[in-house]
């Protein structure tokens, strides 16, 4: 922290900083409850996430977040035609 910070910037940071952390928390909840990495990215992005910040919290690139919810979006029948061609 820079001390030349006025009182919200120190505060903003703070949030933004609890909300990581938070983040983590869920994430690792999730993990233990057996979600696979689609499921967490849905639940996230149906929260209001971005693909950005569910890429930091899981730890990986926001393409591969991008490509999970784009998946689950297609939808089971649209997957299996294309397994099956």
């Known amino acids: ?34 979600m696979t990495m689609a499921e967490q990215v849905r639940i996230m992005a149906r929260v209001g996430l971005t693909p950005s910040e569910i890429a930091a919290i899981l730890g990986t690139a926001p393409h591969n977040v991008s490509s999970a919810l784009y998946s689950s979006r297609k939808g089971p029948a649209k997957r299996a035609q294309k397994h099956s061609t």
């Open 1 to 34: 922290m820079v001390e030349d910070q006025s009182p919200n910037e120190k505060i903003l940071e703070q949030l933004a900083l609890m909300n990581k952390l938070l983040g983590v928390l869920v994430s690792s909840n999730m993990q233990d409850a057996g």
